[in-house]
Every structure is written in C-alpha cells, then in structure tokens.
C-alpha cells in the first residue's frame, strides 16, 4: 500500500524554525534512547553505498510509522519533517542520510514527494 492512502487529516504544518535540521525536545523522560539522526552532508563512501540499496517513495501526504528494525535511508528527491515519538523532528531534503531506530515510532509530514534509498538492518 502507497503511504499516501495513508495520509493523517488535520496535519498541522511545522513552525520554520524546526525546519532547519534535527531538533530535539524533550517529553520529560530521563531515560537515555537513541533517536533518529539526520547528517545532510553525509561522507561520499556512504552515499556510494546507499545508492545501490531499492528505493521507496510516495506522494506528499502525512501517516504515522512504526520501525521494527533499524532504517538508514538517502533521500533522492522530495522533503519531508519525520516528528519522532521522543520529540526529534528529523528534515529530510535530497542527500540527507538519515537513521531511524529500531522499536521507535513517528509521523512522517512529506511535503513534496519523496524518493529514498532504504536499508534495513
């Protein structure tokens, strides 16, 4: 299924300054968890190797995700605000390599469509 069918009513668009990167906020729990990370600049070797993994894509829309095993992903074309379970709001804009952890949830807002390369591990 397209993640477009699964599109969320009511998205609320994010404030600009979120839309500059990774921001961290917290909800108030002191546990250490890993969160997703975004590198928009990441080292070529890695980029060389993301582009020889499928690819995933779909139209602007908004749908909530689960993961249960680790996702790095490169995005090719497209934008999208990921808002983590913990608060991280991770911008993904073309070359942004980006993982999300294993057992985490979120809401992927894609802006304009979207293209990745995906690895799951």
Do not use: N
Not at 31 to 40: E, M, W
């Amino acid at each position: 299924m397209r993640a477009s069918a699964l599109a969320r009513p009511g998205a609320v668009a994010r404030p600009a300054a979120v839309r500059r990167g990774v921001v961290r906020r917290s909800r108030g729990s002191t546990a250490a968890r890993a969160s997703a990370t975004a590198d928009p600049h990441p080292d070529a070797s890695l980029v060389a190797k993301a582009k020889q993994w499928p690819t995933w894509g779909c139209d602007a829309s908004s749908f909530p995700w689960s993961y249960g095993s680790q996702e790095t992903c490169l995005v090719i074309e497209g934008e999208a605000l990921v808002t983590m379970d913990d608060g991280t709001v991770v911008e993904l804009k073309p070359g942004t390599l980006a993982t999300f952890p294993a057992g985490s949830s979120c809401v992927w807002d894609v802006t304009q469509a979207l293209t990745k390369h995906y690895s799951f591990s």
